[in-house]
């Protein structure tokens, strides 16, 4: 294998093969760097779900209460573990300054137009040779309310998405069961957002890492031990494989990256949000639409063979072990759909979702050593956002005119 490269990528989830995907395009010889199996990732677990409806950043009013709250109940779906670190205080205390309205109206246009714009590019990869199994279902998603509170929750959310021009129904039981009649949960109403949909994550990212291999894309199984500098750039990235040479190096590791561009000077607040799924095989999913179910916080999708039920949210670091209390509400829910003896016998995923303090992705160039990109804070939503940010990392690596404004996802916004 050469040891020159145009652009490493550092991460070989949805997000940098992506980024590789793009870079190909414009005919850039890239070398993909990951320190363990491919797709064992953030996006291999999640809920597949494309969400424009997703439109309100995570760090909006009254979360924060929610999180104290939530604080003692071993089954809420968000948990904040208490810590004394830092880097962590300083990434809940940028949190907090953006639990404002007038953040949320400054994001929701910005989200909107990524996430739209994301979907498009996602439409047409998927309509490629090879992709044919990846299970992309564009039939929307329904935002289900059981209790008034939920139903006024989604009423505000419903109003915003309107607003924002995203194309909604309010729905109430009668023809929200019409629309679902699968459903078995109990339901007052929904918020029906007709241009999300729904894909197998794992099924995608097979298929875009044969895409890109197939394009010419390098591969290689190595950890990034440092980066090796000459001025104000980064000219090579070791490995305990060897040092390789690069005019360009991407940072898409995921909740790694802060770890990785340390040594460049940049304090990047990225936290790791765990999140669990479990994915129950059937011969085919009674559910056809993708569900929010607003009260427990807990997703459905039904995917190819499969229904995968998601959920919650939890803070506390780079701990990976099971907490089965937090899993608890996933497995009931899952009971209610499939048999609990196959429910009984799936594996809880566990994985971590890169959260930025805003709920905005951090993407662009750094200054200090501006041949160095990073691609990470997409949240819960990776597989949403993972094609336009590898569209704007490529343009700005071959000089072209971003697709969109990229100016509010810059890397050092919070410096």
């Keep these: 294998m050469s040891s020159k490269a145009d652009v490493i990528i550092v991460g070989g989830g949805l997000v940098g093969l992506s980024c590789a995907h793009y870079l190909k395009e414009q005919g850039a010889d890239v070398l993909l760097l990951d320190r363990g199996r491919y797709a064992e990732s953030a996006s291999a677990g999640n809920a597949g779900m494309i969400v424009p409806s997703h439109i309100i950043p995570l760090s909006a009013p009254g979360v924060i209460a929610k999180g104290l709250k939530w604080l003692m109940n071993p089954e809420s779906p968000l948990y904040i573990k208490p810590s004394a670190d830092p880097k962590f205080m300083k990434w809940l205390w940028l949190f907090q300054k953006h639990c404002t309205v007038a953040h949320v109206e400054r994001?929701?246009?910005?989200?909107?137009?990524?996430?739209?714009?994301?979907?498009?590019?996602?439409?047409?990869l998927c309509a490629l040779p090879g992709f044919e199994n990846v299970g992309l279902e564009q039939d929307g998603l329904l935002m289900l309310h059981a209790t008034e509170k939920s139903a006024k929750d989604n009423a505000e959310l419903a109003d915003i998405a309107e607003e924002a021009g995203l194309d909604i129904d309010r729905?109430?039981?009668d023809a929200t069961m019409a629309l679902e009649p699968a459903l078995k949960t109990k339901v007052t109403g929904s918020v029906y957002f007709r241009q999300d949909a729904s894909l197998d994550p794992e099924r995608l990212m097979r298929a875009l890492e044969a895409q890109v291999r197939n394009a010419g894309v390098r591969f290689l199984d190595a950890?990034?031990?440092?980066?090796?500098?000459?001025g104000n750039r980064v000219v090579a990235v070791k490995t305990a494989e060897g040092t390789f040479e690069a005019d360009h190096v991407v940072m898409a590791a995921g909740s790694w990256t802060p770890s990785l561009v340390k040594g460049l000077g940049l304090s990047l607040p990225v936290q790791p949000a765990k999140g669990y799924s479990v994915t129950v095989p059937v011969d085919e999913p009674s559910i056809r639409i993708p569900c929010v179910l607003t009260?427990?916080?807990?997703?459905?999708?039904?995917m190819p063979g499969s229904?995968?039920?998601?959920?919650?949210?939890?803070?506390?670091?780079?701990?990976?072990?099971?907490?089965?209390?937090?899993?608890?509400?996933?497995?009931?829910?899952a009971e209610v759909y499939c048999p609990?003896?196959?429910?009984?016998?799936?594996?809880?995923?566990?994985?971590?979702r890169p959260v930025s303090p805003d709920g905005l992705p951090y993407i662009g160039a750094l200054s200090k050593t501006p041949n160095v990109y990073?691609?990470?804070?997409?949240?819960?939503?990776g597989v949403t956002l993972a094609p336009i940010t590898g569209r704007l990392i490529a343009d700005?690596?071959?000089?072209?005119?971003?697709?969109?404004?990229?100016?509010?996802?810059?890397?050092?916004?919070h410096a």
């Design 107 to 124: 994001s929701v246009p910005i989200l909107r137009d990524l996430s739209l714009a994301s979907k498009d590019l996602l439409t047409q």
């Design 171 to 173: 729905l109430d039981r």
């Design 223 to 230: 950890a990034v031990t440092g980066l090796k500098r000459s």
């Design 295 to 302: 009260d427990e916080k807990v997703t459905i999708t039904p």
């Design 307 to 333: 229904i995968r039920f998601a959920g919650t949210l939890a803070l506390q670091g780079y701990d990976m072990s099971i907490d089965e209390r937090r899993v608890r509400p996933i497995r009931r829910l």
């Design 340 to 352: 609990p003896a196959d429910v009984a016998a799936q594996e809880t995923w566990a994985g971590f």
């Design 374 to 381: 990073v691609a990470t804070g997409h949240g819960m939503m």
């Design 396 to 413: 700005r690596i071959g000089g072209h005119t971003p697709s969109l404004d990229d100016a509010p996802f810059s890397a050092e916004r």
